[in-house]
């Protein structure tokens, strides 16, 4: 911290009285309807770099990947870091009713590290209870907005080994490394969050510079007025990038958010000179520069929403298992139907599904997750091979059927809800008797009786026993 506090003590390039340029401060039209926006397929750059186009090939075979935001800011089971934004007050600062000092809850925010002490962090526990969840990978938010580091930073005091933390001298202190080796010794792959964005360091929000006390998701000055500033950002940065990228064993993506700093923004922090240097030491690393577009932007990655067709282009939904992304004390949970019937609409429609679970203070992961997260690996013990390495197939829906293809294999997945009164004894299917020689239920009976319609689909015959018992999450079948 000292020595980031003296780095804004140097001369101005220009009067700071000057009014500022506007450029760097008009809206950016980020979140509409309460979700994030994110990159057309037009703006998807196919990599020249083989290794890169294996590397997605691999990301589109995972289908379920672990998102969680965790930090300082789950003492108060608020949204993570947005509050501190002035100009993203009106949707952030609705759960805060014990203040109306915004400059002192910004203080206050930021003072939460001195009580953040999760002692009952488990990362074992964590990554065994997401393997046996089916998860492939884990995103973790190494740093949010609010400039937290949740590894061992040698940048700043603001981390969870810093002095001032009393989580700092735990066995487990160095969350990052902690949570990604258990993970890996898991099977998953590790896929690091990083925000580009850092409200806490003076070389981002500066004090005493234009914006006054008013702050905004952006630097609190015009990059092009303060060039060395901002440099010193740039750099700052890159160290952090590459203490993630060089200390903390193999990365398989940096996933990279606070999407308005971008050069078209005014905000450039050469994001391409350090995935490059990054990439000389970790070739296979795939990036996630999300809402930007262009060649670093190798996933899109739509937030708590579902695009309405299919995509061509390597891409995951980031939706929370609750209502929140960080942990909030009163969030409820989607059902495991719910949460299936969510995976298979995204798979069926060429994506990913990063199901986000915000960890409690104390470092525990809430008992509703926990068990959402068994009945989903239970499911997919069963079904998965209807999910992992499947890519669209056409058609991909009609009604509450999805289809998957996996070679020549397709797979159909009828989605039944639970208030549903019976399952029928045949289901009708989109697909043209001729090319079909055999349906199995998967996980149930095998060569099923199916029967052309008039209108040049197939009904096929469902067992009894479907109809008897618990209502199915899904029917699935395979055909050949």
Known sequence: MSEEKSAIQEPPCEPQNEAPSEAPFAAEPAVEQGVHNYSSERNWVKPEDSVILERLEWFQDQKLGLMMHWGPYSQLGLVESWALSDEDGDWSRNDIDWTEDMERFKQEYFDLNRTFHPIRFQPEQWAKSAAE??????????????????????????????????????????????????????????????????????????????????????????????????????????????????????????????????????????????????????????????????????????????????????????????????????????????????????????????????????????????????????????????????????????????FTRKGETRYALALIREDAEAVAEELILPLPASGIGRIDLVGGAEGLDFRPTPEGGVAVRLPDALRQGETPIAIVLRIR
């Open 133 to 402: 969840g089916g998860f492939k990978y884990l995103t973790f938010t190494t740093k949010h907005h609010d400039g937290f580091c949740m590894w061992d930073t040698h940048t700043t005091d603001y981390r969870i080994t810093g002095p001032d933390c009393p989580f700092h001298t735990h066995r487990y202190a160095d969350i990052c490394r902690e949570l990604f080796d258990a993970f890996r010794a898991e099977g998953l792959a590790i896929s690091a969050y990083f925000s580009k964005a850092d409200w806490h360091t003076p070389y981002y929000w500066a004090p005493g510079m234009e914006r006054g006390s008013r702050m905004w998701r952006g630097p609190s000055y015009d990059p092009k007025r303060y060039p060395w500033l901002w440099e010193r950002f740039v750099q700052f940065t890159h160290e952090q990038i590459m203490e993630l990228m060089t200390r903390y064993g193999r990365i398989d993506m940096l996933w990279l958010d606070a999407g308005w700093v971008n050069a078209r923004r005014g905000q450039d922090i050469r994001l391409g000179e350090v995935v490059e240097k990054a990439r000389q030491i970790q070739p296979w690393l795939l990036t996630a520069d999300r809402t930007v577009g262009g060649p670093y932007e190798n996933l899109i990655t739509p937030e708590q929403t579902v695009p309405e067709r299919p995509l061509t282009v390597p891409w995951e939904s980031c939706i929370t298992m609750g209502h929140s992304f960080s942990f909030s004390y009163s969030d409820s949970y989607k059902s495991v139907r719910e949460l299936v019937h969510l995976l298979v609409e995204i798979v069926a429609k060429g994506g990913n599904l990063a199901l986000n679970v915000g960890p409690q203070p104390d470092g525990r992961l809430p008992r509703p997750a926990l068990e959402r997260m068994k009945g989903l690996g239970e499911w997919l013990k069963v079904y998965g091979e209807a999910i992992y390495g499947t890519r669209i197939c056409e058609p991909y829906a009609s009604g509450n059927i999805f």
